[in-house]
């Protein structure tokens, strides 16, 4: 069984700060995907993520695969207020278990104005 | 529709009753993937329906979930003899196909109160 550590569970910071979640595995993934959910709302997918080391940067984010395809990491710069809600990310064996995504338990971020 | 759609919304049951959750997937889409998600927490795997090939239900907690799909269209979560523990959001998601570069796109779920 695949299974993906996320840490923190919480986190509140200020507006402007910057904060990184992160997402840890002894299993290898073929991509990585990293969503935010919002209450009330399935998860949307923000990036997903394939090659080991590739970074990808979408605004004040920036989301790192790791060389070894087992971790990743989700860096936000600044935050505002609208970046609250939940981010999880998720990892593809790839392979015959194609879909079957292993989710980690979810960062809460709060971001105070 | 434009997205994928969930019924019912939310729903309340008794311990013990049967209940039949419905997700309609985006048009055109051949993948199609069912989760559970217990407040606050990441999501679990529960089934996985793609075009005419075996689901892959390996996910599915106990006997007494089910799930159907007919065709590439509508799917139907069924649990039997509800218990408590089953009380979560069920999730549905969809994909245009199992490639790598698919997007998959959730629901906003339908969710299960079991008193």
């Known amino acids: 069984t695949q299974l993906l550590e996320q840490s923190p569970q919480f986190l509140s910071i200020q507006e402007g700060e910057n904060l990184t979640v992160y997402c840890n595995s002894s299993?290898?993934?073929?991509?990585l995907q990293w969503y935010r959910q919002e209450p009330g709302e399935g998860p949307v997918l923000l990036v997903t993520?394939?090659?080991?080391?590739e970074v990808k940067k979408l605004k004040r984010l920036t989301f790192q695969f790791g060389d070894a395809r087992k971790d990743s990491s989700l860096h936000i710069t600044a935050a505002q207020p609208g970046d609250t809600g939940l981010y999880l990310c998720?990892?593809?064996?790839?392979?015959?278990?194609?879909?079957?995504?292993?989710f980690g338990q979810g960062t809460i971020l709060t971001v105070h104005p | 529709g434009a997205g994928v759609s969930q019924s019912p919304s939310n729903k309340v049951t008794e311990k013990g009753k049967d209940v039949e959750l419905r997700c309609d997937p985006i048009?055109?889409?051949?993948?199609l993937y069912w989760y559970r998600q217990r407040l606050g927490q990441g999501l679990e795997f529960l089934i996985y329906?793609?075009?005419?090939?075996?689901?892959?239900k390996s996910g599915l907690p106990s006997d007494r979930f089910s799930a159907e799909r007919t065709g590439e269209s509508v799917s139907t979560l069924t649990i039997q003899r509800t218990q408590q523990e089953d009380s979560a959001v069920y999730l549905c998601?969809?994909?245009?196909?199992?490639?790598?570069?698919?997007?998959?796109?959730f629901g906003e779920g339908s969710w299960l109160t079991v008193v």
């Open positions: 998601a969809s994909s245009f196909s199992r490639s790598s570069g698919n997007t998959i796109y």
């Open positions: 299993s290898v993934f073929s991509s």
């Open positions: 993520v394939v090659t080991g080391g």
């Open positions: 998720a990892g593809q064996a790839g392979g015959t278990s194609y879909g079957k995504l292993t």
């Open positions: 048009s055109g889409h051949t993948a």
């Open positions: 329906f793609q075009g005419n090939s075996a689901p892959d």
